[in-house]
């Protein structure tokens, strides 16, 4: 699967390039809700990491996910869906990263963190695994339960858009640790070719 999606993405790469925007044409979009306390801030065209070419790659997206509220949330890759107008679905490409709500009690308990590797995928599975090359793992927006008072933030990948698409809505599910849902926040882009 690895070799087919790294040669399936050096094919892409050669295609003319293009890249995700705000209606107003700005590259960085706030969803605020204030009930719930939650922030999500997305940016394009914010990738400076190792190897350069990514973004003509695939579609690279930052994100910082701020819990103001006093629930804590859920960060899966399957709680975001990019889909073009056309109603076609762009798939995360995960990379795995997550971090562990560790218990209060850790030292006392017997927590070993060494052994929690899991986390929750979110509402779907249909996300994709991927073993991407330089530092894009390192710098991935992990996944797992986002205390309130915290924030997290890194990268999101997504199958390449720009190629295929004009205009894309990214909504991003969030959901209690419980699984309940809470908001959806919702993200239009459209592409911008040179």
């Given at each position: 699967?690895?070799?087919?999606?790294?040669?399936?993405?050096?094919?892409?790469?050669?295609?003319?390039?293009?890249?995700?925007?705000?209606?107003?044409?700005?590259?960085?979009?706030?969803?605020?809700?204030?009930?719930?306390?939650?922030?999500?801030?997305?940016?394009?065209?914010?990738?400076?990491?190792?190897?350069?070419?990514?973004?003509?790659?695939?579609?690279?997206?930052?994100?910082?996910?701020?819990?103001?509220?006093?629930?804590?949330?859920?960060?899966?890759?399957?709680?975001?869906?990019?889909?073009?107008?056309?109603?076609?679905?762009?798939?995360?490409?995960?990379?795995?990263?997550?971090?562990?709500?560790?218990?209060?009690?850790?030292?006392?308990?017997?927590?070993?963190?060494?052994?929690?590797?899991?986390?929750?995928?979110?509402?779907?599975?249909?996300?994709?695994?991927?073993?991407?090359?330089?530092?894009?793992?390192?710098?991935?927006?992990?996944?797992?339960?986002?205390?309130?008072?915290?924030?997290?933030?890194?990268?999101?990948?997504?199958?390449?858009?720009?190629?295929?698409?004009?205009?894309?809505?990214?909504?991003?599910?969030?959901?209690?640790?419980?699984?309940?849902?809470?908001?959806?926040?919702?993200?239009?882009?459209y592409v911008s070719r040179?």
């Amino acid at each position: 699967m690895r070799a087919l999606l790294v040669l399936a993405l050096g094919a892409v790469a050669c295609a003319t390039a293009g890249e995700l925007v705000a209606p107003s044409g700005e590259r960085r979009l706030v969803a605020r809700d204030p009930q719930t306390g939650v922030t999500i801030v997305v940016t394009t065209g914010a990738w400076d990491g190792d190897p350069p070419s990514l973004p003509g790659e695939i579609t690279v997206i930052h994100a910082l996910v701020a819990n103001m509220g006093d629930t804590p949330i859920r960060l899966a890759p399957g709680d975001l869906e990019l889909v073009d107008v056309r109603g076609f679905r762009y798939s995360v490409l995960d990379v795995g990263a997550s971090f562990v709500r560790v218990p209060n009690d850790a030292a006392t308990a017997g927590y070993d963190r060494d052994l929690e590797r899991s986390y929750d995928p979110g509402r779907n599975t249909e996300f994709l695994p991927f073993f991407p090359p330089g530092d894009a793992s390192a710098r991935a927006l992990p996944w797992g339960v986002l205390e309130p008072g915290s924030q997290m933030r890194g990268f999101v990948y997504f199958e390449p858009v720009v190629r295929t698409a004009n205009e894309v809505s990214l909504v991003w599910h969030i959901d209690t640790a419980d699984n309940a849902p809470l908001v959806d926040a919702v993200f239009q882009f459209y592409v911008s070719r040179s």
